[in-house]
Every structure is written in structure tokens, then in C-alpha cells.
């Protein structure tokens, strides 16, 4: 059973950074696609980014693209996305996923496992 656990979410000012982690457990992970979501309150869950894991191809929202990057460290089983530049319209619950494929995905739906989620909260 795939695990997944973000940490890293706060409060921020806007122009500020956060770094956002997701330890992955329970399988190898080098046949799946791991990604960023996040749901603004009242909103519906949008995606962020997401990285193909066996060779780090990654693709972006064009809401953070140049703000944010991606990435995995295959080593500790963990996925990153670094947030620069934030805005207030980037506050959410950021909630990373899971799928078991190599096709990129950016749909909520094609993703199996999902973590808990972790505020970011960015002030004016």
C-alpha cells in the first residue's frame, strides 16, 4: 500500500518561499507519476505540477510555472516542490498523489493514492 505524507506548508509573506515535501512509502516507485495538487477553500482541486518518476519529466500549471520546480530524490523516496515568487492566490491545501503509470497525467482523477494535505497560507 502506497503511503504518502506532505510536510512543509505555512504561512508566508507574498513574494516569499516555501519548500514542500512528500515522503512516499510502500512501493519502488520508478513506474509511477507523482504530483501536486491543491484546493483553494470553496474551490475545486486543481493540479500544480508533476514529475514522471523513472527519468524526472516534468510539466507544470501555467499558474506556477517559473515560480515553482518539481522534483525527487530517488534515494529517500521523496518528492519536492519549491515554491518561490508567492501570491496570495496560491493559498491552498496542497495535497500530493500517486499514480501507477508512466503517462503524465494532470487530472485529480487518474491518481490512486493521495497524502493527507498541508496548508500554505500566503499573506499580502
Same mark, same amino acid.
Given at each position: ?7 512543509? =506548508?505555512?504561512?508566508?509573506? *507574498?513574494? #516569499?518561499?516555501? /519548500?514542500?515535501?512528500? %515522503? ?5 516507485? @520508478?513506474?509511477?507519476?507523482? =504530483?501536486?495538487?491543491?484546493? *483553494?477553500? #470553496?474551490?475545486? /482541486?486543481?493540479?500544480? %505540477?508533476v514529475v514522471r518518476w523513472s527519468? @524526472? ?17 530517488? %534515494? ?49
Amino acid at each position: 500500500q502506497v503511503q504518502l505524507a506532505e510536510s512543509g =506548508g505555512g504561512l508566508v509573506r *507574498a513574494g #516569499g518561499s516555501l /519548500r514542500l515535501s512528500c %515522503a512516499a512509502s510502500g512501493r519502488t516507485f @520508478s513506474n509511477y507519476v507523482m =504530483g501536486w495538487f491543491r484546493q *483553494a477553500s #470553496g474551490k475545486e /482541486r486543481e493540479f500544480v %505540477a508533476v514529475v514522471r518518476w523513472s527519468d @524526472s519529466i516534468t510539466l507544470y500549471a501555467d499558474s506556477v510555472k517559473g515560480r515553482c520546480t518539481i522534483s525527487r530524490d530517488n %534515494a529517500k523516496s521523496t518528492m519536492y516542490l519549491q515554491m518561490n515568487s508567492l501570491k496570495p492566490e496560491d493559498t491552498a491545501v496542497y495535497f500530493c498523489a500517486a499514480a501507477s503509470t508512466r503517462l503524465i497525467f494532470t487530472t485529480a482523477t487518474r491518481y490512486n493514492y493521495w497524502g493527507q494535505g498541508t496548508q500554505v497560507t500566503v499573506s499580502s
